[in-house]
């Protein structure tokens, strides 16, 4: 399957796969002035000089964080998750927080996120009186420690 990039600025990286067995490309940054300074606790939007064209409705792209950039630089995506709707033609933002207690530099050409494009299921909403009833019911966080289903009595 193709995706449809469009470079948006010069400086900006063509997402890519850094080993063969990646689930999802890596995206670079595209930093107006070379670079960008995030204070502890601070925000920005980081743009990446692309945009994309989905193959079609039953596909979603996902903005992750890449493991190194919490572990080694202490940032974080505030959203968790990034979601690319496939009608969504504007340049892509990685929106980034900086969780550490120093200031940490975003450079031009630094992978900071990584894409996976994903099929997705549209459903229908239909509103109901009652809903199937299940070993887990309504239990919440924490509730599946006591579900017999886990192998060799463990605990789930």
Known sequence: ???????????AVMPFYATPGAAAMDLS???PGGSITLAPMERAL???GIAIELPD?????????RSSLGMKRGLSLPNGVGVIDSDYRGEIYVALVNLSGEAVEICTGERIAQ???MPIARVTP???ETLGETARGEGGFGSTGGIANA????KA
């Open 115 to 117: 894409l996976a494009v």
């Open 1 to 11: 399957m193709n995706l449809k990039i469009k470079r948006l600025r010069e400086e």
């Open 46 to 48: 980081i743009p990446t």
């Open 126 to 128: 239909v509103e109901v």
């Open 151 to 154: 192998p060799d009595g463990e």
């Open 57 to 65: 409705a039953d596909h979603v792209a996902l903005l992750f964080a």
């Open 29 to 31: 940054a595209v930093c």
